[in-house]
């Protein structure tokens, strides 16, 4: 069978949402970071002037949400008033944080209509989860998703699951008891430091939806499929405008080698690999690494939802684990 696809090159105007990946600046070094990013990291070569002017371009191309993430987006020098310009757009905004430290005027940009938040939380536990973010984060970044429910700010929590010991399910119950409500789950995707003995990026593990709908612009300008494709750079927002680098042959080209390898794995049955576990009212669609099981053999709870791009995904956005 000869997988489907749509013709290129893809419109410009199909791409609703934009990742702004501002920096590899974080306070925390997770070891499954899917861009490296850590305390040393840099904040590119996008000057402020070119990240509101992009945003201006963004918003006369129709793009009516973004996604400001990094690294942590809130340690950028301009954060603020990217957040800000972005919202007088009218656009949708959410801010993917590891809520280490949220400022009082942040606290206040968050409240605003159109502004959200996102997080990923590793367990209930303070020592689990410090051992995946390589810092003592769990206090600060459970109190202030506490501090955002009781804000009434929206948010949203992706459970990153980087142990098969994992105290998943315990994780869930806990920030359901803070009252969150928006809880995915996924696994630690195989890029950055993600990725097992410095194996090369795979096309394939990418959820094969990346560019279609979806764009990121990386901290030096750099445009790409998606947040996890880095390495399939498309064009560059500091020398092009972003419309003519949306819809031109070298994006419609990388979205399609990346729509036609995820399609070529998942016609191989013995490649659909289940979850490494199966956890209830979750679908995951992302193939796991081990075990594989053949699609057919999965309970239903366990059954890929294919309309979905995990992880972390969000009613119509591939998110990224953090
Ligand atoms: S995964 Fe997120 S919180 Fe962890 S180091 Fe990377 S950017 Fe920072």
């Known amino acids: 069978m000869t997988p489907t696809t749509r013709p290129l090159p893809i419109d410009a105007a199909e791409v609703e949402f934009l990742w ?22 840099g904040h590119g070569r996008m000057s402020r002037e070119a990240w509101l002017d992009l945003l201006d371009q963004a918003a006369t ?15 950028h020098p301009h954060f603020a008033e990217l957040l800000d310009r972005a919202v007088a757009l009218g ?27 996102a997080t990923s939380y590793y367990s209930d536990q303070a020592g689990e989860h410090n051992a995946l973010t390589g810092r003592p984060s769990h206090r600060r970044t459970r109190a202030n998703i506490a501090r955002a429910v009781e804000l009434g700010i929206p948010i949203r929590a992706g459970i990153i699951v980087g142990r098969d010991d994992q105290r998943v399910a315990e994780a869930r119950a806990d920030l359901e008891s803070l009252g969150v409500t928006r809880i995915g789950l996924d696994d630690v995707r195989p890029f950055g430091r ?27 300008g750099e445009v790409t499929p998606c947040v996890f494709s880095t390495w399939m750079q498309v064009g560059n927002v500091r020398s092009g405008d972003l419309s003519t680098i949306l819809s031109g042959p070298t994006m419609a ?28 009212d979750q679908t995951p669609c992302f193939p796991a690494r081990t075990p594989c099981t053949p699609k057919r053999e999965l309970p239903p709870a366990c059954q890929p939802d294919d309309g ?14 953090r």
Not at 24 to 33: I, S, V, Y
């Open 91 to 117: 656009m949708e905004t959410e801010v993917f944080s590891n809520l280490v430290h949220v400022s009082d005027a942040n606290w206040a940009r968050f409240r605003r209509t159109g502004v959200s938040l």
């Open 253 to 280: 080209r990388a979205t399609e080698a990346i729509r036609q390898a995820v399609q070529s794995k998942n016609l191989k049955p013995e490649l659909k690999c289940a979850p490494k576990k199966c956890y209830p």
């Open 20 to 41: 702004l990946d501002l920096t590899r600046k974080c306070q925390l070094a997770c070891d499954h970071c899917y861009n490296a990013s850590g305390p040393e990291g």
């Open 194 to 220: 993600g990725a097992e003995h410095g194996q090369p990026p795979d096309l394939t593990n990418l959820c094969g939806r990346c560019g279609t709908d979806a764009a990121a612009i990386g901290p030096n």
């Open 61 to 75: 191309a129709g793009i009516r949400s973004v996604q400001l993430i990094g690294g942590e987006p809130t340690m």
């Open 308 to 321: 979905e791009c995990e992880p972390g995904y969000t009613s119509n956005h591939c998110n990224p684990r």
